[in-house]
């Protein structure tokens, strides 16, 4: 109910999935007043969606701790209550980004060991599997180095269940690729990724540039979500830019005109490539239940790719693997902070 194009784009989105795909049912949260009608336009939801009657909405204006306390009978609420009783695998939300995050850890808890959530998103990239994940997309702008190691984690077992990266490329992105360069948090973050490639199966290439995020040379890009959040709306108004400026190009001249016809083909393709909507979704990471969070202003294609992650990471069982892996990387810590230190040949 949140989101920018309001209840009928989320409809038409879901609409949109459900008629791609056989094996996936909604439950809607919001006023069914609102909600019925929608729905019942919709064919291809008929038997499956059903709808969760809460009257409250979570404006985009509102703040977290304002949205918490009056938020029970909201939406947002009830689509969290949703996930948290089983009754849903994954919850998918264009509501308030800040918000939604409170309210997840709320409900949902973070998992044991966890310091701070963390939101991966997908950045359009010429590796082979058409996306790199960046965290953290700005659940918390500030992240230390423990953060930042726990981040290459959740960010290794997304790339391993999202895409079948056996051993997915870790980056950590600075301001040059040299060790020396970099805040100290990031040297610190450094040596601890580095510490646990090995234990975590992963492979860490150091630091990377923010030319990296579409590059080949990582599959997994982490940084604090300050950064983060200022790349990926850069990378979004580049991507818009892009497309406003091809279209002038073609439509410049008669002669423009008709090379646009001829190359449109070429030209729809990429328009899909760099088309922000077709890599919706942000994925909280570190909580007891998976959260997709779509870009506010989503209209019913943007909600339908967040809606095919949710699918893709509800039938790989991410959630329960990535607690494994964050519960095993505890379990290394514990036993590195125990291990006995000797002095002199006597051990302590």
């Known amino acids: 109910m949140g989101g920018d194009l309001g209840p009928a784009a989320v409809v038409a989105g879901i609409a949109d999935s459900a008629h791609k795909n056989p094996d996936i049912g909604f439950i809607l949260h919001g006023p069914r007043d609102q909600l019925a009608p929608l729905v019942a336009k919709r064919q291809t939801l008929t038997g499956r969606c059903e709808i969760r009657d809460a009257t409250g909405v979570v404006e985009m204006e509102d703040k977290p701790s304002q949205a918490v306390r009056q938020g029970r009978d909201t939406s947002m609420w009830s689509a969290l209550e949703s996930v948290r009783n089983g009754e849903?695998?994954?919850?998918?939300?264009?509501?308030n980004t800040g918000a939604l995050m409170l309210m997840s850890v709320i409900r949902l808890r973070k998992l044991p060991g966890i310091y701070r959530p963390a939101i991966a998103v997908l950045w359009p990239s010429q590796n082979p599997q058409g996306h790199n994940i960046m965290l953290d997309g700005g659940a918390d702008i500030r992240a230390d180095a423990k953060d930042l190691m726990q981040y290459a984690l959740m960010g290794t077992s997304y790339a391993r269940n999202g895409f079948g990266l056996k051993r997915p490329r870790i980056g950590l992105l600075n301001v040059g690729t040299e060790e020396h360069k970099g805040r100290a948090e990031l040297k610190e973050a450094h040596d601890l990724i580095e510490a646990n490639a090995r234990s975590g199966d992963f492979e860490f290439v150091g630091f990377v540039e923010g030319r990296d995020l579409p590059g080949t040379v990582c599959d997994?890009?982490?940084?604090?979500?300050?950064t983060g959040n200022v790349a990926l709306k850069t990378g979004e108004g580049t991507a818009k830019l892009i497309r406003e400026l091809l279209r002038d190009a073609f439509a410049h001249t008669p002669l423009s005109r008709l090379a646009s016809i001829l190359a449109y083909t070429s030209l729809r393709r990429l328009g899909k490539r760099i088309d922000p909507r077709r890599s919706n979704g942000g994925v909280f990471l570190g909580l007891n239940g998976t959260v997709v969070k779509s870009h506010g202003s989503a209209d019913a294609t943007g909600v339908s790719a967040a809606v095919k992650l949710a699918f893709q990471l509800a039938q790989s069982g991410f959630s329960e693997k990535l607690a494994a892996r964050v519960a095993s990387a505890s379990l290394?810590?514990?036993d590195a902070d125990t291990e006995p230190t000797t002095h002199?040949?006597?051990t302590e």
């Open 88 to 95: 849903a695998r994954v919850c998918v939300s264009c509501g």
């Open 220 to 226: 997994v890009i982490v940084t604090d979500g300050f």
């Open 332 to 334: 290394l810590e514990q």
């Open 344 to 346: 002199n040949g006597d």
